[in-house]
């Protein structure tokens, strides 16, 4: 019982370590994850040297499949940015007059989402919002919200984003299987949380126009854009031979020579890397853009994943203690003597995480170390749903420590007040429905 109280106790402390120092010290969440994984190391009684092999061999074993990923997904959604791919999107869906325009948000969002992170997305996909909110007569709010849930619920469950996939591969989950429900879930938490929550609660919102310090943002005409039939084929490429992987997977005989080509194109480093040159050459070189103008533009997004991947590494460092030093097995014991499911513990785990961080990221794998653990005592659920669950949480509970609370609050002109009742309560409210969706589809998968 003792030990049990300490290995909680080390857990509970090491995560208050990492909240603190982020939102309370404004400390770096690489550098917090670092310093609570000597933290953890040290209580456990770990040797130095031990513990230094397992922050190295947490870090190397993430980021040595992530990486990669990362990088080749970057380029992905530069040139989507760079060529107004996804703004040929958005004008394509505005012309399908049986969709309202919070549901064209929805779905450019969740489009869109796929190759974009998040803020990137937000800030390259507000312009639509603006223009459809000025043709249309509608309300700002009635638009941004359904737009950012959308990026934040596929940012947070559908690989190849990077937090997603970290879970997926964590935990040892098809990456196929995780992207076609993820897609499914996302869709319907996207749809629930924004245009039909705003709806119910349409008459009770105040009216906003597009903010006037953003009424000269433009959307480029269709002549600048690139087709939808080539954009379509770069967005969805990686994701139609990760799909074409797990389905041979189900349904070839190993033995097959086929089999084992599929296998190779679909692996996700394999698929990102076919994607990025196709990107290169439809939305690129196709529309007249010259190689140094590929090459000055690459070295600009590879620059801004230093940060993302320096925290998932160290996001790994955290979780290669917890295994090294024992800690994981004990809170395995301890977690599968709570009378609670496995999957609300992950979704209240992650939830809880990013309300407290503020980042959807650390709180995805700051979830998965304390997960992970207990799934060899469930086997009944499957490591795919568990990712799920993991994402599912990290939708909800957007507030002040998210820097995409403030995003949302300056795009829109909203005051505190306004985007927590609105925006925060979205994302809620498409964290419990993913979570329901994700309870559903483990009675039937």
């Not at 230094?52 to 992905?76: K, P």
């Not at 480029?220 to 969805?236: N, W």
């Not at 196709?278 to 103008?293: D, K």
């Amino acid at each position: 019982m003792d030990s049990q109280l300490w290995i909680l106790g080390v857990l509970i402390t090491s995560i208050l370590l990492i909240v603190i120092t982020i939102v309370k010290f404004k400390l770096h969440p690489f550098l917090a994850l670092l310093l609570s994984s000597f933290y953890v190391g040290a209580l456990m009684g770990m040797k130095p040297l031990t513990m230094i092999s397992a922050i190295e061999d947490g870090i190397g074993g993430t980021l040595g499949f992530l990486a990669a990923v990362i990088g080749l997904g970057t380029i992905l959604g530069k040139m989507m940015e760079i060529s107004g791919a996804a703004e040929r999107i958005g004008i394509t869906l505005q012309k399908c007059r049986w969709l309202s325009p919070d549901v064209i948000m929805v779905l450019v969002g969740l489009i869109c989402g796929i190759t974009l992170f998040v803020e990137v997305g937000v800030v390259l996909l507000i312009p639509l919002a603006f223009s459809i909110a000025k043709k249309t007569k509608t309300s700002l709010l009635m638009l941004a919200i359904p737009l950012c849930t959308a990026l934040m619920a596929v940012h947070c469950i559908v690989p190849p984003h990077p937090a997603a996939l970290y879970v997926t591969n964590a935990l040892g989950a098809d990456i196929g299987s995780v992207i076609l429900y993820g897609l499914i879930i996302g869709l319907a938490a996207s749809l629930v949380g924004g245009p039909i929550f705003l709806r119910i609660i349409k008459n009770k919102m105040p009216f906003k126009a597009v903010p006037e310090q953003f009424s000269d943002l433009k959307v480029r005409t269709e002549d600048e854009l690139p087709s939808l039939g080539a954009t379509l084929f770069t967005v969805l490429l990686p994701i139609v031979l990760m799909l074409i992987k797990t389905t041979a997977e189900l349904n070839m005989d190993k033995q097959n020579p086929f089999y084992a080509i599929l296998e190779f194109i679909g692996n996700p480093i394999t698929a990102m890397f076919i994607a990025a040159f196709v990107a290169y050459y439809i939305l690129g070189i196709r529309r007249h853009m010259a190689m140094s103008t590929l090459l000055t533009n690459t070295e600009d997004c590879f620059s801004s994943i230093a940060n993302i991947l320096l925290i998932i590494g160290a996001g790994g460092a955290f979780n290669g203690i917890l295994k090294a030093s024992g800690l994981s097995d004990g809170l395995a014991q301890i977690l599968s003597q709570l009378d609670m499911h496995p999957i609300l513990l992950a979704w209240l785990v992650a939830i809880i995480l990013h309300a407290a961080v503020g980042s959807a990221t650390v709180a995805m794998m700051g979830a998965t170390a304390i997960v992970s653990p207990m799934l060899a005592m469930y086997p009944d659920v499957s490591p795919e749903i568990i990712t799920l669950a993991i994402g599912s949480g990290a939708i909800g509970c957007t507030i002040v420590t998210d820097s995409l609370f403030w995003l949302v609050k300056q795009y829109c002109g909203a005051t505190m007040t306004e985007i927590f009742k609105y925006y925060t309560t979205a994302t809620f409210i498409a964290s419990l429905v993913a979570l329901m969706g994700t309870f559903l589809l483990s009675y039937i998968v």
